[in-house]
């Protein structure tokens, strides 16, 4: 018989059953102006932190006031939500200079370890907004059906590849003349079966399938079996004079 027995939980895991050497996941929610990102965060903390350890960064340019809106919601413990002012604009802090918000992340997930999930909102931005790889290992894309039917087949980076694309506030859609199915049909066009989801606070189905989704990306993360992807940055654009190519000797013009 060996001389000491454990009966107590392996050190190596937390009571969420994640090693206690990896970090949580972290997770970006970005968007343009408007689209329902804080109330989307505040229904993830208010759903979850009762399953999951959470803690949430904001970004604004010059102020903290999604942060306060957070703390004053009661979802979390207000010292578990920092802010960070960018100072320019919302993307140079999420992709082109992530350091203010990894120290933010950092600190969170070091005073309050083991946690699970760690958010990052941006703050309000155009359609070519994503987070960089070296911030967040998944991110969520916000649209809300008041900023317009057409939107959602626009496409670009966050549209296109983000890991879920929300189409927010559906119970708006007869208000604004919205048909939601078209609206998540285009979404659905240009994202090459990379989930859609129609969200509406309140609806508790589409909450419940919100929840689900991170619950299970949150699972997939702690199982070694997420990698993170880079939705990449600004889509590409050419000037007319590229889509021509010109044989002046012959001076003929052949159209791309």
Known sequence: ?????????????????????????????????GTGKSTLIATL??????????????????????????RAAGVLP????????TGACPHTAIRDDVTPNLIAVEDLEREFA????????SGGDNLTATFSPALVDAQIFCLDVAG???VARKGGPGIERADLLIINKTD???????????????????RD???????????PASVDRLC?????????????????????????HFHAEDEHTHAHDEHEHVHG
């Open 78 to 85: 207000v010292e578990r939500i920092r802010a960070v002012e």
């Open 114 to 121: 083991p946690l699970d999930l760690v958010i990052v909102e």
């Open 212 to 236: 689900a989704w991170v619950e299970a990306v949150v699972a997939e993360y702690r199982q070694g079996g997420h990698v993170a992807r880079d939705p990449g940055p600004m889509a590409p």
């Open 193 to 203: 079966g990379l989930p859609v989801l129609a969200l509406s606070h309140h609806d």
């Open 172 to 190: 708006l859609a007869p208000y604004v003349e919205v048909d939601v199915e078209q609206m998540v049909s285009d979404a659905g066009a240009v």
């Open 148 to 150: 317009g039917g057409d």
């Open 1 to 33: 018989m060996p001389e000491h027995t454990h009966t107590h939980e392996s050190p190596e895991h937390t009571p969420h059953g994640r090693a206690r050497d990896t970090r949580p996941l972290r997770l970006g929610v970005a968007g343009p102006v």
């Open 45 to 70: 903390c208010r759903q979850l932190s009762g399953r999951l350890q959470i803690a949430v960064v904001t970004n604004d340019i010059y102020t903290d006031e999604d942060a306060r809106l957070l």
